[in-house]
Every structure is written in C-alpha cells, then in structure tokens.
T-cell receptor, first 115, second 116 residues
Framework: DAGITQSPRHKVTETGTPVTLRCHQTENHRYMYWYRQDPGHGLRLIHYSYGVKDTDKGEVSDGYSVSRSKTEDFLLTLESATSSQTSVYFC??????????????FGQGTRLTVV | AQKVTQAQTEISVVEKEDVTLDCVYETRDTTYYLFWYKQPPSGELVFLIRRNSFDEQNEISGRYSWNFQKSTSSFNFTITASQVVDSAVYFCALSEARVDNNDMRFGAGTRLTVKP
C-alpha cells in the first residue's frame, strides 16, 4: 500500500470555523491532490500540487486553500466552513520520480461534517 | 475540456452473471490516459487499470476485462462470472498529458450490487 496518511479521519465542526486537513506521504511522489466525494458527483478535484510551493486550483476550489511547504505534506484549509462543504475528502499522490500520468494512490479519506 | 460520463448509476446482478460497466470520455488531446478504480463498501479507492491513448489492445486480468475503443471514446469494464465481493462503486477517470497538471477527471461512478 502507498504510504499516504490523512488526518483527521473524522471531524465534526461548526459553520464558520476554520478547518485544516492534513495529507502526509512517505513515497516522495511529485503530485499531490485533494478531492471531495459527494453522491452523484464522483470525485471532484479541489486543488493540486505539482511541487513544493507549487499549487493550482481544481474544479471546485472556492472556499478552499492549500499549502505544500514540504514534499511529504499537503494541507487543505477551509477558511470558514459551510454546510455545503460536508463531504468525504480524499488526498491522492502520483508521479513517482517525475513520471507523468501514472495512476494515483489515495488516502483513506476524511469524513467532514459541518453543522 | 475533459469529461467522463458513466451513465449507469446503479446496476444489480445475480452472482455468476457477467456485467459491463460503461465509460464514455471527452477530450481534445491526442495523448491521454484512462483509469478504473474500485471503491468497496469500506470506502478506500483501489486502482484497477491504467491505459494510454495509443494502446487500444484489450486487457484481461482474471475475471476482469477492459475494452478501449477510441472510435467511440469508450473504455468499458466487464466482470465475468460476478461475485458478491465485486459489489462496489466503480469509477472511470481520464487524465490528459500535462507536465504541470497530472490530475484525473472522474465520472460519477457506477454502484454495482451482486446478489447471492
């Protein structure tokens, strides 16, 4: 199994509070991603990173920010959580040794509930 | 823009039946990659296969087979002699060849239920 750890695994938070989810990898993969999974939508890309301090927006980036200060860590922050951000969040990694378009490996997911 | 459509939201079969999951994609690129993932009830995402756009050869792995047809922009997945353990949500995904963006665009998924 790819070494990807997401924390926390479950979180309940109140509307308007900031929330940070962490993704940690031990595989030294170049690319890291944050997806959210919602019924009827599959997985949708929030933000991705193609290197340390190199990040860009995905399909559903509004209300989210990310940071990658080290190869192994990719943080997703909800600045002010809303109920529409209740979802399951998956971190993924890909591209070992700079290879392109390799398959992505996913973390276990974080179930976030905003009340 | 890239898009993946899995028109079958849910499929239910009886054990030992064959089942085909459809995947249709859209892309303007000539170089791209297609993937299938399985999400069992436990929730993790399991990689099944990766195929590049220049390789139209069908692939078989045990009871699983994949049919890639560029002419119809389809990458369908067949499970032969289905088993209860095949019950899961299956996702098809597309990735375009970009140096600075390696992301995958997923379909909405097909929930397969295999009844004993």
């Amino acid at each position: 199994d790819a070494g990807i750890t997401q924390s926390p695994r479950h979180k309940v938070t109140e509307t308007g509070t900031p929330v940070t989810l962490r993704c940690h990898q031990t595989e030294n993969h170049r690319y890291m991603y944050w997806y959210r999974q919602d019924p009827g939508h599959g997985l949708r890309l929030i933000h991705y990173s193609y290197g340390v301090k190199d990040t860009d927006k995905g399909e559903v980036s509004d209300g989210y920010s990310v940071s990658r200060s080290k190869t192994e860590d990719f943080l997703l922050t909800l600045e002010s959580a809303t109920s529409s951000q209740t979802s399951v969040y998956f971190c993924a990694i890909s591209a070992p040794r700079g290879a392109l378009n390799t398959e992505a490996f996913f973390g276990q997911g974080t179930r976030l509930t905003v009340v | 823009a890239q898009k993946v459509t899995q028109a079958q939201t849910e499929i239910s079969v009886v054990e030992k039946e064959d089942v085909t999951l459809d995947c249709v994609y859209e892309t303007r690129d000539t170089t791209y990659y297609l993937f299938w993932y399985k999400q069992p009830p436990s929730g993790e995402l399991v990689f099944l296969i990766r195929r590049n756009s220049f390789d139209e050869q069908n692939e078989i792995s045990g009871r699983y087979s994949w049919n890639f047809q560029k002419s119809t922009s389809s990458f369908n997945f067949t499970i032969t002699a289905s088993q209860v353990v095949d019950s899961a949500v299956y996702f098809c995904a597309l990735s375009e060849a970009r140096v600075d963006n390696n992301d995958m665009r997923f379909g909405a998924g097909t929930r397969l239920t295999v009844k004993p």
